[in-house]
């Protein structure tokens, strides 16, 4: 098949949908959803960049902190069955 008219099928397919999106009110629904995001988004407050440091550096600790304690209770766990066995 010719290039070109893969092409064409594509974009008539595609305008085929936005025109039915519009059509049905979607779209109009979907830039309320996207402005009404931006506004709550800006009453936000964001974390400045030492305060985002500090709080990746609490989550590799943390992260770290959980991950030694799943070995060692698995280790401990592991003694335990080998002992009752």
Known sequence: MNEFVKIGIWVAVIGAVFAFLWWRGYLKRFAAYVAETREELRKCTWPTVDELKGLTVLVFVAALAL???????????????????
């Open 67 to 85: 991950g030694l304690f799943t070995v060692v209770v698995d280790f401990i766990a592991s003694k335990l069955v080998l002992l009752i066995t």
